[in-house]
C-alpha cells in the first residue's frame, strides 16, 4: 500500500495519509470508509490498516498527488538539499472534499501510550489515538505534564508545564506521537510533532502524570508512581495510581499503554498495562508477558503468524521465533549512476552470508524489483515515499546535515514509518559525503546504532557484464555489510579500531572490505591483500582484479571473522603462520615483502600503526547486539547480554559514526577501466 507525498507537508490535507500511526480497528467505534483528500487546510494524520494478507503502512485506497511535492524540514538551508518523495507511478483520482474534522471536545481524545524515560534523561515520548468516527481538530489542544530542561535533564519542574500541539487534524482511528523536542535539527511530520516551551520539554521518570487539555478542560489523564498532580478537571482521574515505571538506563523502550483492543475510558488505573515493547504510531498489540528469546530486538509475539508489532505484520515479512531477524528499509537516490541503486543481487549476497552464520536479514526496497508485497524480492511495503524507495539526489550527503550537503536523518524522516523506528535499520544508497560530489568513502554508519550510508556514486561502477557488473554487485554487497557491522557494534579492528590486521579476517578490515577476503587464509590467497596494500610483489590498488578471488568475479567472498586466527605479535613474527589460521603446507606471508621465506622470526608493524604488538583477532559473529532500540537484559532468555545504552530512537535518533577514509585515488580511476 502507498503513501501519498502530501502526508509528509502541511501544506496538504492528511486526510489521504495512511502510515499516520497504527493498525486500524483499535477503537471502540466502527472504522470509517478509506479517506480522501480534505479541501481543509488543517492536515489529518491516518491510522495505517492492518492487512488480512500482507503487512503495508499505507491505505491502498488513499488517493496520490498528480505531481511531487517536496519534504522541507525546517532546519534545511536551501530546498535543494531536502529529500523529495518518489513519483507514484501511476495517474490517481482527483481528490474530493470531505467534512472538517470535528473540535477534540467532541472526540473522546485519549492518550493511549506512554514511554518509560531515563530519570536522567529528557527523552520522553507519548502517543495519543482518536477512538471516534471522524478526524479531530487538534487545534487549540496542549499537553501538559512535568518539564525538565534541554540542556539539563536533572532540572526538572516541580508544576506541571503546558505545551501546544500543531494545528493538525488526527483522522478517526488514528495514532499521532508526541516527543520531547530535545534535538533542533529534528522537524514535524504526519506521524510525530515535537514540543517544547523554550527550552522546557515534556519529562517523567518512574513517577509523572500526562493530561490533554483543551479550553481549559481534561481531554484524557493518567497518573503514575508517587505524582500527586490533579487534572484540571474533577473526576478526570479516579482512584489509585498506576504503578511507578521503570526509569533506568536499561528500560528504554518499554512503556504504559492501552491494550488493544481497546475497552471502555474508566478514567482509571484498570485502563493501563505497562509492557516491555513500546509500539509508538500504532495499536498497542504486544503482550505485557511478551519476552525477546532470540535477543533481535522483536518479541516472540510478532514472530509468530497472526502476530503484529503496533499493526506491523512482521511474520509475514519473514519474521520467525528462535531466528534472530535483521530488518534494513533500503532508500536510494533517483540517478542514472550504477553506483546508487541497489542491486538485488547485492541484497542477496549480503543475505546469504547472514543465512550461513544463522541470521535472516530482511531488506524492504518497496517496489524496486517487485510491484507487489515480496519478501524474497526485497518489497515488504515500502517506505512512506512509496514506489521503488527512491528519494531526491543530492551531490553530497552526511549523516547529520554540513555545508552545502543533505543529511540522512531528513530523508529518514521524511520515509521511515515512525512504527517501524525500534525495528528497522534504515539504510541511504547515496552519492557522495565529499562537498563537490567526487567519489570518497564507500560509506558511513553509526556505530551501536541503526543508521547507514553507501555512498559508491561518482565511483564509476556500472551495471554492464562480466568484471563491471561483478563489481558493482560485490562493492554494493561489501559495503552495505561492513557499515551493517558498525551498527552492530563493530569497529574496524572488531572490538577496537585498530584497523589493517591481517589476522583479523573480516568485512570491516579496510584489508579485506573491497579485496575481499581470498579464497583460502592457509594459502598465499589472502595475504594478496596484504601485499596490494603495501603496493608490493607485483600487487597494487590499481590492480584489483589480479588478486585471487578478486571483486571483478564471482568467487569474490565476504565475511565476518568467527574469532578462530591466533594472535599475531609484530615483535616475532614468524611467515610460515600465515595470517594464522593454518597454513595448508608450502605458503608464508612474506611481510618484509623480500620475496623469500624468513624461517627466523622478525620484528615489523605490519598494520601500520606505527607501533609494534600484538594483533588479535575478533569473533564478530559472537558479538552482533541486535536490539538496538532497547536492552536485551531481562526478556532475552539464555541469549540475553548487557549491550550498549540504547538510542533514544524518537527523540534523538543519532549515535557517534564511525571513521571512514576514502580508498587511494589509483584504485577509483582503475575501477573505472573496469578494475584493470
Same mark, same amino acid.
Given at each position: 500500500?502507498?503513501?501519498?507525498?502530501?502526508?509528509?507537508?502541511?501544506?496538504?490535507?492528511?486526510?489521504?495519509?495512511?502510515?499516520?500511526?497504527?493498525?486500524?480497528?483499535?477503537?471502540?467505534?466502527?472504522?470509517?470508509?478509506?479517506?480522501?483528500?480534505?479541501?481543509?487546510?488543517?492536515?489529518?494524520?491516518?491510522?495505517?490498516?492492518?492487512?488480512?494478507?500482507?503487512?503495508?503502512?499505507?491505505?491502498?485506497?488513499?488517493?496520490?498527488?498528480?505531481?511531487?511535492?517536496?519534504?522541507?524540514?525546517?532546519?534545511?538551508?536551501?530546498?535543494?538539499?531536502?529529500?523529495?518523495?518518489?513519483?507514484?507511478?501511476?495517474?490517481?483520482?482527483?481528490?474530493?472534499?470531505?467534512?472538517?474534522?470535528?473540535?477534540?471536545?467532541?472526540?473522546?481524545?485519549? !492518550?493511549?501510550?506512554?514511554?518509560?524515560?531515563?530519570?536522567?534523561?529528557?527523552?520522553?515520548?507519548?502517543?495519543?489515538?482518536?477512538?471516534?468516527?471522524?478526524? #479531530?481538530?487538534?487545534?487549540?489542544?496542549?499537553?501538559?505534564?512535568?518539564?525538565?530542561?534541554?540542556?539539563?535533564?536533572?532540572?526538572?519542574?516541580?508544576?506541571?508545564?503546558?505545551?501546544?500541539?500543531?494545528?493538525?487534524?488526527?483522522?478517526?482511528?488514528?495514532?499521532? *506521537?508526541?516527543?520531547?523536542?530535545?534535538?533542533?535539527?529534528?522537524?514535524?511530520?504526519?506521524?510525530?510533532?515535537?514540543?517544547?516551551?523554550?527550552?522546557?520539554?515534556?519529562?517523567?521518570?518512574?513517577?509523572?502524570?500526562?493530561?490533554?487539555?483543551?479550553?481549559?478542560?481534561?481531554?484524557?489523564?493518567?497518573?503514575?508512581?508517587?505524582?500527586? $498532580?490533579?487534572?484540571?478537571?474533577?473526576?478526570?482521574?479516579?482512584?489509585?495510581?498506576?504503578?511507578?515505571?521503570?526509569?533506568?538506563?536499561?528500560?528504554?523502550?518499554?512503556?504504559?499503554?492501552?491494550?488493544?483492543?481497546? $475497552?471502555?475510558?474508566?478514567?482509571?488505573?484498570?485502563?493501563?498495562?505497562?509492557?516491555?515493547?513500546?509500539?509508538?504510531?500504532?495499536?498497542?498489540? *504486544?503482550?505485557?508477558?511478551?519476552?525477546?528469546?532470540?535477543?533481535?530486538?522483536?518479541?516472540? /509475539?510478532?514472530?509468530?503468524?497472526?502476530?503484529?508489532?503496533?499493526?506491523?505484520?512482521?511474520?509475514?515479512?519473514?519474521?520467525?521465533?528462535?531466528?534472530?531477524?535483521? &530488518? #534494513? $528499509?533500503?532508500?536510494?537516490?533517483?540517478?542514472?549512476?550504477?553506483? !546508487?541503486?541497489?542491486?538485488?543481487?547485492?541484497?542477496?549476497?549480503?543475505?546469504?552470508?547472514?543465512?550461513?552464520?544463522?541470521?535472516?536479514?530482511?531488506?524492504?526496497?518497496?517496489?524496486?524489483?517487485?510491484?507487489?508485497?515480496?519478501?524474497?524480492?526485497?518489497?515488504?511495503?515500502?517506505?512512506?515515499?512509496?514506489?521503488?524507495?527512491? *528519494?531526491?539526489?543530492?551531490?553530497?550527503?552526511?549523516?547529520?546535515?554540513?555545508?552545502?550537503?543533505?543529511?540522512?536523518?531528513?530523508?529518514?524522516?521524511?520515509?521511515?514509518?515512525?512504527?517501524?523506528?525500534?525495528?528497522? +535499520?534504515?539504510?541511504?544508497?547515496?552519492?557522495? $559525503?565529499?562537498?563537490?560530489?567526487?567519489?570518497?568513502?564507500?560509506?558511513?554508519?553509526?556505530?551501536?546504532?541503526?543508521?547507514?550510508?553507501?555512498?559508491?556514486?561518482?565511483?564509476?561502477?556500472?551495471?554492464?557484464?562480466?568484471?563491471?557488473?561483478?563489481?558493482?554487485?560485490?562493492?554494493?554487497?561489501?559495503?552495505?555489510?561492513?557499515?551493517?557491522?558498525?551498527?552492530? =557494534?563493530?569497529? +574496524?579492528?572488531?572490538?577496537?579500531?585498530?584497523?589493517?590486521?591481517?589476522?583479523?579476517?573480516? *568485512?570491516?578490515?579496510?584489508?579485506?572490505?573491497?579485496?575481499?577476503?581470498?579464497?583460502?587464509?592457509?594459502?598465499?590467497?589472502?595475504?594478496?591483500?596484504?601485499?596490494?596494500?603495501?603496493?608490493?610483489?607485483?600487487?597494487?590498488?590499481?590492480?584489483?582484479?589480479? !588478486?585471487?578471488?578478486?571483486?571483478?568475479?564471482?568467487?569474490?567472498?565476504?565475511?565476518?571473522?568467527?574469532?578462530?586466527?591466533?594472535?599475531?605479535?609484530?615483535? /616475532?613474527?614468524?611467515?610460515?603462520?600465515?595470517? =594464522?589460521?593454518?597454513?595448508?603446507?608450502?605458503?608464508?606471508?612474506?611481510?618484509?615483502?623480500?620475496?623469500?621465506?624468513?624461517?627466523?622470526?622478525?620484528?615489523?608493524?605490519?598494520?601500520?600503526?606505527?607501533?609494534?604488538? #600484538?594483533?588479535?583477532?575478533?569473533?564478530?559473529?559472537?558479538?552482533?547486539?541486535?536490539? &538496538?532500540?532497547?536492552?536485551?537484559?531481562?526478556?532475552?532468555?539464555?541469549?540475553?547480554?548487557?549491550?550498549?545504552?540504547?538510542?533514544?530512537?524518537? /527523540?534523538?535518533?543519532?549515535?557517534?559514526?564511525?571513521?571512514?577514509?576514502?580508498?587511494?585515488?589509483?584504485?577509483?580511476?582503475?575501477?573505472?577501466?573496469?578494475?584493470?
Amino acid at each position: 500500500m502507498k503513501a501519498t507525498l502530501s502526508c509528509l507537508l502541511g501544506m496538504l490535507s492528511l486526510t489521504a495519509c495512511g502510515g499516520g500511526g497504527g493498525g486500524s480497528g483499535d477503537s471502540v467505534v466502527p472504522t470509517p470508509a478509506a479517506p480522501v483528500v480534505t479541501s481543509t487546510p488543517i492536515p489529518t494524520v491516518l491510522p495505517s490498516v492492518t492487512p488480512s494478507v500482507v503487512p503495508t503502512t499505507i491505505p491502498t485506497t488513499a488517493p496520490q498527488p498528480s505531481a511531487v511535492p517536496t519534504f522541507l524540514p525546517s532546519s534545511s538551508p536551501s530546498p535543494t538539499l531536502t529529500p523529495t518523495l518518489a513519483p507514484v507511478p501511476s495517474p490517481q483520482p482527483s481528490p474530493v472534499p470531505t467534512p472538517a474534522p470535528i473540535t477534540a471536545a467532541n472526540a473522546g481524545l485519549l !492518550i493511549s501510550e506512554v514511554s518509560s524515560n531515563d530519570s536522567s534523561n529528557a527523552g520522553a515520548w507519548l502517543e495519543i489515538h482518536n477512538p471516534s468516527a471522524s478526524a #479531530v481538530s487538534l487545534s487549540g489542544v496542549s499537553l501538559r505534564s512535568r518539564s525538565g530542561l534541554r540542556s539539563s535533564p536533572f532540572s526538572v519542574s516541580s508544576s506541571p508545564v503546558s505545551f501546544s500541539l500543531p494545528a493538525i487534524s488526527l483522522a478517526a482511528g488514528g495514532y499521532f *506521537v508526541l516527543i520531547a523536542k530535545i534535538d533542533d535539527a529534528v522537524s514535524d511530520n504526519s506521524q510525530a510533532a515535537y514540543l517544547k516551551n523554550g527550552e522546557a520539554v515534556p519529562f517523567w521518570d518512574a513517577n509523572g502524570a500526562v493530561e490533554l487539555v483543551f479550553a481549559g478542560a481534561t481531554l484524557d489523564f493518567v497518573r503514575f508512581g508517587n505524582s500527586s $498532580q490533579a487534572p484540571l478537571t474533577s473526576g478526570a482521574w479516579a482512584g489509585a495510581n498506576v504503578a511507578a515505571m521503570p526509569a533506568t538506563s536499561l528500560d528504554y523502550g518499554k512503556g504504559l499503554v492501552r491494550p488493544f483492543p481497546l $475497552q471502555a475510558n474508566s478514567k482509571s488505573a484498570a485502563d493501563w498495562l505497562q509492557v516491555s515493547f513500546a509500539t509508538p504510531g500504532g495499536r498497542n498489540d *504486544v503482550p505485557a508477558t511478551a519476552i525477546d528469546s532470540d535477543n533481535d530486538g522483536i518479541p516472540d /509475539s510478532a514472530e509468530v503468524a497472526g502476530g503484529t508489532f503496533g499493526g506491523l505484520d512482521l511474520f509475514a515479512m519473514g519474521a520467525r521465533a528462535n531466528q534472530r531477524d535483521i &530488518f #534494513v $528499509q533500503v532508500d536510494h537516490m533517483v540517478s542514472s549512476d550504477a553506483g !546508487i541503486t541497489p542491486r538485488k543481487e547485492a541484497l542477496q549476497k549480503v543475505g546469504d552470508v547472514f543465512a550461513a552464520r544463522g541470521f535472516s536479514i530482511h531488506f524492504d526496497t518497496g517496489s524496486l524489483y517487485s510491484a507487489a508485497f515480496n519478501p524474497a524480492l526485497f518489497n515488504l511495503g515500502g517506505g512512506l515515499a512509496g514506489g521503488a524507495n527512491s *528519494v531526491t539526489y543530492a551531490k553530497c550527503i552526511g549523516l547529520d546535515s554540513k555545508t552545502g550537503c543533505a543529511s540522512l536523518y531528513s530523508y529518514k524522516s521524511a520515509s521511515l514509518d515512525i512504527r517501524r523506528k525500534t525495528i528497522f +535499520h534504515y539504510l541511504l544508497m547515496a552519492n557522495s $559525503q565529499e562537498s563537490d560530489g567526487s567519489a570518497g568513502s564507500s560509506g558511513l554508519a553509526e556505530i551501536n546504532g541503526n543508521d547507514l550510508l553507501v555512498t559508491l556514486g561518482s565511483w564509476g561502477l556500472s551495471s554492464g557484464s562480466g568484471s563491471n557488473a561483478n563489481l558493482l554487485v560485490n562493492y554494493q554487497a561489501s559495503t552495505i555489510m561492513h557499515e551493517l557491522g558498525h551498527n552492530f =557494534g563493530l569497529e +574496524h579492528g572488531g572490538n577496537e579500531s585498530n584497523n589493517y590486521k591481517p589476522n583479523y579476517y573480516s *568485512v570491516m578490515n579496510y584489508l579485506y572490505q573491497l579485496p575481499g577476503l581470498g579464497a583460502d587464509p592457509k594459502t598465499n590467497s589472502s595475504v594478496q591483500r596484504y601485499y596490494l596494500n603495501n603496493n608490493a610483489l607485483g600487487f597494487s590498488w590499481g590492480g584489483i582484479c589480479n !588478486i585471487d578471488a578478486s571483486p571483478c568475479s564471482t568467487d569474490y567472498r565476504m565475511d565476518f571473522s568467527d574469532g578462530s586466527g591466533v594472535s599475531l605479535n609484530e615483535n /616475532s613474527l614468524l611467515e610460515a603462520t600465515i595470517i =594464522g589460521r593454518g597454513n595448508n603446507g608450502g605458503f608464508y606471508a612474506d611481510w618484509n615483502t623480500n620475496g623469500t621465506l624468513n624461517a627466523n622470526a622478525y620484528s615489523r608493524d605490519i598494520n601500520q600503526d606505527f607501533s609494534v604488538s #600484538v594483533l588479535s583477532d575478533y569473533n564478530d559473529w559472537g558479538n552482533l547486539f541486535l536490539p &538496538f532500540a532497547r536492552q536485551s537484559t531481562g526478556n532475552s532468555g539464555a541469549m540475553a547480554k548487557v549491550g550498549p545504552s540504547r538510542i533514544r530512537v524518537l /527523540s534523538h535518533d543519532r549515535q557517534t559514526p564511525s571513521n571512514e577514509f576514502a580508498p587511494p585515488r589509483v584504485f577509483l580511476d582503475a575501477i573505472k577501466r573496469g578494475g584493470r
